[in-house]
């Protein structure tokens, strides 16, 4: 069989293509979460996947929500304490412990950049806060309970 090099037509559809996945990247807005109003800042953006996942930086997460973190370099495990609740987990396991009790998450945390990056749900679960994300402003809302939000 000889190779024929692919027609015009094909060449255009696929360039146009390109262009149009282009530009849906480029204006693509970044997620943006809040803690009880509050901006959270981090050095690594949010993640967000097909399936309206939104990953987080586990650290400053904690930091927004006034939890501890603490991490064994040895072990490789996490440990989440925000009042008497506590969070247990290893990167790359979707097993973990709630208050000492076995849960398993949807997707196990993985690493970007150096950090811990968790789903929100799982942070929900664990720690009892409201988890609210708008698709049209790509806006994650996190609300503890009893704080009020700021303006």
């Known amino acids: 069989m000889r190779y024929k090099p692919p027609g015009l037509a094909a060449v255009a559809i696929t360039a146009a293509i390109a262009i149009a996945v282009s530009l849906a990247i480029s204006v693509a807005k970044p997620v943006e979460v809040r803690v009880d ?9 949010p993640v967000r996947t097909d399936a309206e996942t939104v990953y987080v930086p586990l650290r400053p997460l904690s930091d927004a929500l006034g939890a501890e973190t603490r991490y064994d370099a040895k072990t490789g495990d996490i440990f989440m304490t925000r ?10 396991d979707v097993h973990a412990t709630v208050n000492g009790m076995p849960m398993t998450m949807k997707h196990a945390p993985f690493r970007v950049r150096g950090r811990a990056m968790i789903g929100l749900r799982t942070v929900q679960k664990a720690f009892g806060v409201r988890v609210k994300f708008d698709k049209a402003t ?10 009020a939000a700021a303006p």
């Open 138 to 147: 790509s806006r994650v809302d996190v609300d503890t309970p009893g704080e």
């Open 83 to 92: 009042g008497d609740q506590s969070l247990h987990l290893r990167i790359g």
């Open 37 to 45: 109003g509050q901006p959270m800042l981090t050095d690594v953006p």
